[in-house]
């Protein structure tokens, strides 16, 4: 009988529903969409949606809707089920929502999916539900570069200074509620204005690119974050990271840096830059804010450039 059904739905008419329009409709419709029945079972899918889900229409066709939703959809399947348990009881109607679609080769796909009681569908056996779907992936993906530029420096590829702010703030909340140690990092490039005044900001420009890749590479985890804070400024944050670590992470940056060299500034002779750096750790409410938090690394930054440059002052 659900074969004989399905095979109907599947036809140019619709007797069984009242409308024999209704699957030349959902194939006409240009987005992927399907009707399942209240018991969850697919009963007419045009070709986008059954290319979304990965698979022939015919092989969909009677299938459950559960299949391809995913397990991180609770609220959405319990409903289903409920729906299956006691016909069209269960109110499966809702505006839409994004959701992760399972593919047939187990892919996930994020979609926006809305459903709707169809009105003709009076018969409490036979509910039917339609389901219009909206793929997010050119969506995800867009929102992704766009989310990359607007927190990413771009000339160094490192966060900006509003991103590192953002997580900061994160940070600091957390490192406080959970007692765990938080420290930052300050570094400035030592006589950075001789570099732009005599080889110019372009050559300037490729420094501060090295430089910069020279610190994301440093990084001990993927928690930390390396941040542009200012014109020739970097900013590392490091959570969970001691003061003593801190300070030997610092070391190793600055002996990196002044290995590096850069043809940009070849006159003859092998030139090298150096840095100053501040280090400073948030431990059992050592400072009161952020504020404080970024002024004492200031201080520290300051002070061993005051003391004669290329050293690091930590507290």
């Not at 409709?25 to 399907?34: G, K, Q, T, W």
């Not at 490192?158 to 702010?165: D, I």
């Not at 400035?188 to 610190?215: M, P, S, W, Y």
Request: aromatic letters at 6%; hydrophobic letters at 40%; glycine letters at 6%.
């Amino acid at each position: 009988m659900a074969n004989n059904k399905r095979e109907v739905l599947n036809s140019d008419t619709f007797p069984i529903y009242g409308d024999e329009n209704l699957p030349r409709m959902v194939n006409f419709i240009n987005e992927p969409v399907l009707v399942f029945s209240s018991r969850g079972h697919i009963e007419i899918i045009n070709n986008h949606g059954a290319t979304l889900l990965g698979a022939q229409r015919e092989e969909l066709l009677g299938e459950s809707i559960l299949k391809f939703i995913s397990d991180t959809c609770l609220t959405l399947k319990k409903k289903i089920v409920s729906s299956a348990n006691y016909g069209c009881m269960v109110d499966l109607s809702s505006s839409p929502q994004e959701i992760s679609l399972v593919r047939k080769d187990g892919s996930c796909v994020a979609v926006d999916l809305s459903i709707s009681l169809l009105e003709n569908s009076t018969d409490n056996s036979d509910a039917l539900y339609l389901c219009i779907i909206h793929d997010l992936t050119a969506h995800k993906a867009e929102f992704s570069v766009l989310k990359e530029k607007a927190t990413t420096d771009q000339l160094t590829g490192l966060a900006n200074r509003h991103h590192f702010a953002e997580t900061l703030d994160q940070h600091w909340t957390f490192a406080n509620r959970e007692s765990t140690p938080l420290s930052l990092i300050l570094i400035d490039i030592d006589h950075f204005k001789q570099v732009n005044d005599t080889f110019g900001h372009l050559a300037g420009d490729k420094c501060l690119k090295r430089i910069g890749e020279t610190i994301k590479l440093s990084l001990p985890h993927r928690d930390a974050l390396a941040a542009r804070y200012g014109g020739e400024e970097f900013a590392l944050i490091l959570p969970h990271c001691n003061c003593h670590t801190a300070h030997l992470l610092a070391m190793r940056i600055k002996r990196h840096v002044t290995q590096l060299t850069f043809k940009e500034l070849s006159t003859g002779s092998a030139p090298f830059l150096t840095v100053s750096v501040g280090v400073v750790t948030q431990l059992n409410q050592r400072f009161k804010n952020v504020a404080s938090f970024l002024d004492a690394a200031d201080t520290l930054l300051y002070r061993a450039k005051s003391q004669g440059r290329n050293q690091i002052c930590f507290e």
